[in-house]
């Protein structure tokens, strides 16, 4: 099978230079890349209808002998060329017509019986099928592969290429899973699997060869991220003498939680104990204090004489962290900088200079960190926040900005615990599994446009007492609403400030196209309480905290996923007030209300993940390809019970070998190769 791999497509029949090309676009190159290119669906042709019994327009199958040579004829006006027979079964007859297909009548023979695959219509003359797909019963597959396909490549193409592939296999194909697991996990055969995935004769062969592959393919992943982990575990950290801990909590306003404190102890004992750097990830819904353990851990290692660099994702979320630790900070003698992409040239280069020549202790700053000219005198630290909007490569760039630093990354989008560890593989992990004390329920409500009136009402009433409040609109300006119907800040916030009830209240506006510096100056007054209804898109998503706001309505939140829901919910509720979350939504269809409702059900970041995972597949999951993890041929992410089992399997494996040295397992390694390979990872040797 390896060797396949490194055979050209071209050589296959059928596929010329031009059509190698197609492929090349399905990222197939090799009749290797072809055998593992499953198919997306397929067509159950397992239980043919008889023809009188089949649905008007209603794709079936039908098992028919053809009782008509192919004849000839041109459409009236088109001049199409047609081509028609008729076949028949046991009930009934219909007719078959091809447009311009002259090979028609060699592929489809009178006397010989098919399964026709399409949609019976009713013509004047009797029932017809126009252009089905079919295949000779005699061939004996009964449930046909869909591939994806690409323009210029049809089913057909794809199908007979794979058939011609897998004539290549030698009659044996080598497995890459020992006997011992296939027994006992009760897994097919690769060369069983690798055959019926393509054309399988019924769906018990289906299901077992996919279970096989699944398998196999999960089992390669999580075994190559725990190989990328324990090549890290290899380096020598730096070693931290002095826990400062304590006296970082005596400058706190406020007592750490347990789960705060507990993740404090974890890093502190990594860069203490330890001989290989802290590779720790702290998991912690919205509102939980990560900010507060970031900051602790950050005070250990300065106050140890190194730097720290802290990356957030956006700018805004920069400058708040960067103005809350510098506060906290004020009577003490560190250094806090800010490094963003929208200070000037002179005051960047400054900033650089000062990581450069160790006069600022710990910086805060976007991806501007990430950049060749920010050096670091003796950087020991590398915080991530919002670890789920940085690829795995840039979280590596930092690290590479000193000589092996310790690593703690930060993230609310609770993933669901498996998935978590097949992620975040090559990270030990803590929970911060408990929200500071004093914090309440907040009411979530799901309402349509005909209630907004009486929500904005509910919203003055709130300013009047104080407090603040945000409206989140999915789009910035109209240019963006192309007949979508959808709200755009731009818009609300001119509407209410000439909205007669909102004239004494300050109506914000923020959102990703303005300045930085008007951003920030907007924020700045939120935070003082100068603006007090804030109209945003979602720049507010992740990490801005402004206590004293206890409403977020959101306008057609049906645009939203679950987990960015709860993430702009976690805007509220930070303090102690009663804090509502108001959802505005005219869509009423099933399964947007079924959504909905999950958020007014529950506050539980890992439940609300788990259905969104569940309602909306891996890839919309995470946006964009967030996680940093190579694409998958076949398996589901989202599956939680095939990654349990294949990550049991890992694990009893590496009870056996930790370094997969012994020849059973030279197959799997060469897997993790071709896997980690390909998006550019460092390969086993
Ligand atoms: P997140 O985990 O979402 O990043 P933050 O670090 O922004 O949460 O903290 C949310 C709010 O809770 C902040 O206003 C912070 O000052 C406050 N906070 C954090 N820890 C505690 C605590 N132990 N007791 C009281 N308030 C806390
Ligand atoms: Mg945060």
Not at 230 to 252: A, C, H, P, R, W
Not at 577 to 599: A, F, G, P, Q, W
Request: aromatic letters at 8%; one cysteine or more; hydrophobic letters at 35%.
């Amino acid at each position: 099978m390896a060797s396949l791999f490194k055979k050209k497509i071209e050589c296959l029949k059928g596929i010329g230079e031009k059509r190698a090309e197609l492929f090349h676009n399905l990222s197939v190159y090799s009749v290797g890349d072809l055998i593992r290119y499953y198919p997306r669906n397929y067509e159950d042709w397992s239980s043919p209808t008889p023809i009188k019994e089949a649905e008007i327009g209603i794709n079936v199958c039908i098992r028919a002998t053809v009782g008509t040579a192919f004849k000839v004829g041109f459409a009236r006006g088109s001049g199409k060329m047609i081509c028609k027979a008729m076949a028949y079964d046991d009930s009934g007859a219909v007719t078959l017509l091809y447009f311009n297909n002259k090979y028609i009548s060699q592929m489809i023979k009178q006397n010989e019986e098919y399964f026709f695959f399409g949609k019976i219509t009713q013509a004047k003359s009797g029932l017809q099928m126009i252009a089905p797909t079919f295949a000779k019963v005699s061939d004996g597959t009964s449930i046909h592969p869909i591939y994806p396909l690409t323009a210029g490549l049809n089913n057909r193409i794809v199908t007979d290429a794979v058939k011609n592939a897998l004539d290549l296999l030698p009659e044996k194909v080598n497995d890459p899973l020992p006997q011992w697991i296939r027994d006992k996990y009760n897994l097919q055969s690769l060369d069983y699997a690798i055959r019926k995935i393509h054309f399988p004769l019924d769906s018990d062969e289906l299901y077992t060869s996919r279970r096989r592959l699944v398998f196999e393919e999960l089992l390669v992943l999580i075994l190559g991220l725990k190989f990328l982990k324990s090549n890290t575990k290899e380096e020598n950290g730096i070693v931290l003498q002095k826990n400062y801990t304590d006296e970082f909590l005596s400058m706190l306003p406020f007592n750490l939680t347990n789960a705060q404190k507990r993740t404090i102890d974890d890093c502190l004992n990594d860069m203490m104990n330890k001989r290989s750097p802290m590779n720790r990830l702290v998991q912690g819904d919205v509102g939980s204090g990560k900010t507060a353990v970031a900051s602790a851990v950050a005070y250990s290692v300065i106050k140890n004489g190194y730097q720290v660099a802290f990356m957030v994702p956006t700018e805004i979320l920069a400058q708040q962290h960067y103005e809350s630790i510098s506060k906290l900070l004020e009577n003490t003698d560190i250094k806090v900088d800010l490094l963003t992409g929208s200070l000037t040239p002179k005051n960047k280069k400054l900033a650089r200079e000062k990581l450069a020549s160790g006069e600022t202790n710990l910086v805060i700053g976007t991806h501007a960190l990430l950049t060749k000219d920010t050096e670091f005198k003796s950087l020991a630290l590398a915080i991530t926040d919002e670890q789920h909007r940085f690829g795995v490569g840039q979280r590596s760039t930092l690290l590479s900005k000193g000589n092996h630093p310790h690593l703690l990354v930060m993230s609310a989008t609770p993933i669901p615990r498996t998935l978590g560890l097949i992620i975040y593989g090559d990270l030990d992990i803590s929970i911060i599994d408990e929200l500071p004390p004093g914090r309440q329920v907040i009411d979530t409500l799901l309402i349509d446009g005909k209630k907004r009136a009486r929500a904005l009402g509910f919203i003055k009433k709130n300013v009047e007492e104080g407090h603040q409040c945000y409206i989140v609109c999915p789009l910035v300006d109209e240019s963006e609403n192309q007949m979508l119907n959808l709200h755009s800040a731009e818009m609300y916030a001119e509407t209410l400030r000439n909205h007669t009830d909102f004239q004494n209240i300050n109506v914000g506006l923020i959102h990703g196209k303005m300045k930085p510096a008007d951003k920030e100056k907007v924020m700045n007054d939120f935070k003082d309480n100068k603006i007090q209804v804030l109209v945003s898109t979602t720049v507010i998503e992740v990490g801005v905290d402004v206590p004293n706001a206890n409403i977020i309505m959101i306008e057609n939140a049906e645009r939203f996923g679950l987990s960015q829901l709860h993430q702009l919910r976690g805007r509220v509720g930070r303090g102690s007030e009663k804090s509502y979350c108001i959802l505005v939504s005219d869509n009423t269809t099933h399964d947007t209300i079924k959504r909905l409702e999950t958020m007014k059900r529950t506050s539980n970041g890992f439940e609300i993940a788990d259905e969104d995972l569940k309602l909306r597949g891996p890839g919309d999951f995470f946006g964009e390809k967030q996680h940093g993890l190579p694409e998958m041929k076949i398996a589901d992410l989202g599956n939680m019970e095939d990654l349990n089992e294949a990550q049991m399997c890992a694990e009893e494996i590496l009870k056996k070998s930790s370094d997969l040295s012994e020849d059973e397992y030279k197959g799997i390694k060469a897997e993790i190769n071709q896997l980690f390979g390909r998006v550019g990872g460092e390969s086993l040797n």
